[in-house]
Each structure stands twice: as structure tokens, then as C-alpha cells.
């Protein structure tokens, strides 16, 4: 039985104590088999608050077994929280811990301390964004048919997750050559990690148009050292980022599963024989990206007057019953419908505006926007420029529902957002 908890902190160093109650969890006898990414929110708070209680929250959901009944796995979370510092003040006062049983396998409990699923659990982003991570098409007990996607349709928004760029690459259009040895990159990473960056995405080979195409012997050998280094360096971290590796072939996307990787970026859509055998054999989440070709052509685009919402989407349709078939779990796929891959700049200005569309399809939506080309008719050719109109255009994406923003500069996009979320009426 799948036992999903919730837990968050808003006083103190919150992260060390969500991996503190982590492990006194797991002494007590819970069995910790999955944990959701940390997200950011603003503090819920009634009307009359204590102004110096708006201090945002990290949560986090852990996936969970345990042979404790519900009650006394209550017993146990509320000794955790006053070991860990929480007192008997007010239930919305700021708090070191708090650790709430969310859904309890297919169960419906209701006691005087315990309601299973957790009140009003289908109308909080902090709780929809990270089940949605675990697993999409997950159903609440009791509320019907809908998915956990499904309900985070009807929020006014849903917190995003940022993946950071990170290019090893000499020629890509923008970052070119700028992360030429492990030491700058270990330090980008990090600045991006502590910013609120939650799935570090690392590429090889550039897909600009122009770019030389990579073998996939050669785009390894770029790849290797530095997803080891990654991977060792968060190995022993409870709450480490996710690491994607942005690839076509699928010979290093095997290798890279193998090393430590959990997400394969695939730039031409989930397409290949391999790549489709290799995403039903694996449990490691797989980003499908529509495009017209690899290297972008701009000669070569979708055709001039469609509509490019309706297309990419029956495309999208088109191949969701090919994994379907072929066996992959669609839980695990995230779509991508490829700004500026065989799309005119209008063409990639609707697919932005109508991004959150997509989601309608039961999978969830990536966005890879940063500093697209096309920005520079309305941005200044630098990457300072283009970043600050990037962010601009992650805020409406964020409205839109989309899920997962790809973006060079994560720490910029990431504290524009929590300065949104704050002045954002909350739900």
C-alpha cells in the first residue's frame, strides 16, 4: 500500500529539517521508497495573521510504507514535530516541521485528529505539484475520477519546477564554451540548486541551427565526466536535484541511466525504435520534444497560416498511442512542443501563449523557452536581455499550469517566481 506523507518547514534551515524528519521517520518503521522534489510556496495564512508569520514554506512529499496503522503513524509524525522544535502555538504560526498523512493507499479515515485524504488536499499547489512529480495520473479516494494533473488544472497556478541548462558544449548559440571545466560548472550548478533549481539538465551536443551533428561515441565522451562527477557529488544528498541529460541517441541515454541519471531529455520526440524500447524498459522519466528537424532548420518550419497548437497537439495525440502500445508508462513521459523547432517566430509566440493546452492531454509540460532567437525582436541581443524577457515569459507560463520551465539562468527565474506566488492570491 502506497502511503504518500507530506511535509514541510518555514522557520530555521528548512531543508536540513525535512532530511532530520526524513530519517526520524524511517527509525520509527516507515519505509521511505520515493521523494517528491522540494518546492517553495508562500505560507497559508488566515486573515489577521501575525505579519512576521509570512515566511515561505519548502515541502516536499515522501512516497512511503510502513506497517504502522494510521493512528499511530499520527502519534509518531506529532512526536517527530516537538523533537524538532515545534511547539503548541498557533496552528499557522511558523514551524520548523510539519508532517501531515496525505493519502493512506485507497483508504477514506476520518477520526477527531485524522481525515484521509488531507482536507482540501485537491486545492493546494504545494501538495498537486510534487504527487504530480511521483505520479500524474495518481486519483484522490473519494473525489472521483480525476487525476492529480486533473485537479491542478482548476488552481489558479501551479507552482512550477525550474530545470537549469547546462551546456558542455562549444558551439551552442548562447552559452557556447562557457562551462569548459568541472569547477565552474560544480559552481553553477550549485548557485542554481540553492536558488530553488530542482532538475539540473545537462547537454552535450547543440541543436542550434547550423550546429554539427555529434556521434554518439563523441557526445559521450564530452558527457561522461562530468554526469559522473554529478552524480558522486549528490550521491549521499536525501534532497538532491534530478539529473536530465538532453540527448537523441539512445545508446548514451542507456549509458547515462546507468551512471545515475533520472531524466532523458530527447530532443527528437520520443521517436527512435531504441529510445521508445528503452523508455518501456526504464522507470526514469522521459521529455518528448516535438521538432521538424535536428539541427533547427529556420528554412524548414511547420506551414505558414496553420495553426500550430492544433498541430503539435494531434502530433502529440499521434504518438501517445505509439508509447502506449509499444509499453511505455505514460506517467513517466513529459511533453515538450519545441519552441523554435521547425516553428516561425509567431508560430513559437502561440505555442506560448496556449503552452498550458497541452496539459489537457494527461501528460505533463515541459517548456524550453531561454533565449530563444526570436526574443531579439523584442529583447536586446545579450543574454542579460534575453534572460529578463525570458523570465517575463515564465511568469505566464506559470499561470498557464505548464510544469517544468527550462532555463539557462535559474536563479533569476526562480526568485521572480517566488516574488509572483507572493503577491498571487494563494491556491
Not at 525570458?390 to 521572480?416: C, E, F, K, Y
Amino acid at each position: 500500500m502506497d502511503i504518500y506523507l507530506g511535509l514541510g518547514s518555514n522557520v530555521g534551515d528548512r531543508r536540513t529539517n525535512l532530511v532530520r524528519a526524513i530519517e526520524a521517520l524511517e527509525q520509527r518503521g516507515v519505509r521511505v521508497a520515493r521523494l517528491s522534489p522540494v518546492v517553495e510556496s508562500p505560507a497559508l495564512l488566515p486573515d489577521g495573521a501575525l505579519a512576521n508569520w509570512s515566511r515561505p514554506f519548502l515541502n516536499l512529499i515522501a512516497q512511503c510504507g510502513t506497517d504502522h496503522d494510521p493512528e499511530s503513524l499520527l502519534r509518531e509524525s506529532k512526536r517527530i514535530e516537538a523533537e524538532l522544535g515545534r511547539g503548541e502555538a498557533d496552528k499557522w504560526a511558523p514551524r520548523p516541521i510539519d508532517i501531515d498523512i496525505l493519502l493512506w493507499g485507497r483508504e477514506q479515515i476520518s477520526s477527531g485528529r485524522l481525515k484521509v485524504p488531507h482536507h482540501e488536499i485537491e486545492r493546494r499547489n504545494f501538495v498537486l505539484t510534487p504527487l504530480i512529480a511521483l505520479n500524474p495520473s495518481l486519483t484522490i479516494p473519494g473525489l472521483g475520477a480525476k487525476t492529480v494533473l486533473e485537479w491542478s488544472l482548476e488552481l489558479q497556478h501551479h507552482i512550477p519546477l525550474w530545470m537549469g541548462i547546462f551546456n558542455l558544449t562549444p558551439d551552442s548559440f548562447s552559452d557556447g564554451g562557457e562551462l569548459a571545466d568541472w569547477a565552474r560548472i560544480e559552481m553553477q550548478v550549485e548557485q542554481a540548486v540553492a536558488a530553488g533549481a530542482q532538475i539540473v539538465d545537462l547537454g552535450a551536443e547543440s541543436t542550434r541551427p547550423g550546429a554539427e551533428p555529434l556521434s554518439a561515441d563523441r557526445e559521450w565522451s564530452r558527457l561522461a565526466p562530468v554526469l559522473e562527477q554529478l552524480v558522486d557529488k549528490y550521491a549521499d544528498q536525501r534532497l538532491r536535484p534530478l539529473i536530465s541529460v538532453d540527448t537523441y541517441h539512445a545508446d548514451v541515454a542507456r549509458s547515462a541511466l546507468a551512471l545515475g541519471a533520472d531524466m532523458i531529455n530527447d530532443v527528437s520526440g520520443l521517436t527512435s525504435p531504441e529510445m521508445i524500447e528503452l523508455a518501456a524498459a526504464s522507470d526514469a522519466d522521459f521529455v518528448a520534444m516535438h521538432s521538424v528537424t535536428l539541427p533547427a532548420d529556420p528554412a524548414r518550419t511547420l506551414p505558414a497560416g496553420c495553426d500550430p497548437c492544433g498541430t503539435v497537439e494531434r502530433w502529440l495525440g499521434e504518438r501517445i498511442y505509439i508509447w502506449d502500445r509499444a509499453g511505455v508508462d505514460l506517467n513517466r513521459v513529459i511533453f515538450d512542443p519545441g519552441i523554435g523547432f521547425g516553428k516561425d517566430p509567431l508560430q513559437s509566440l502561440k505555442l506560448l501563449r496556449d503552452a498550458g493546452r497541452f496539459r489537457r492531454s494527461g501528460l505533463r509540460c515541459l517548456v524550453g523557452h531561454s533565449r530563444k532567437s526570436f526574443m531579439k525582436n523584442f529583447a536586446a541581443d545579450d543574454n542579460l536581455a534575453l534572460d529578463l524577457a525570458t523570465a517575463g515569459a515564465s511568469m505566464n507560463l506559470v499561470a498557464q499550469g505548464v510544469d517544468i520551465l527550462r532555463v539557462h539562468n535559474a536563479p533569476l527565474h526562480a526568485a521572480a517566481y517566488i516574488g509572483w506566488a507572493h503577491l498571487k492570491q494563494f491556491g
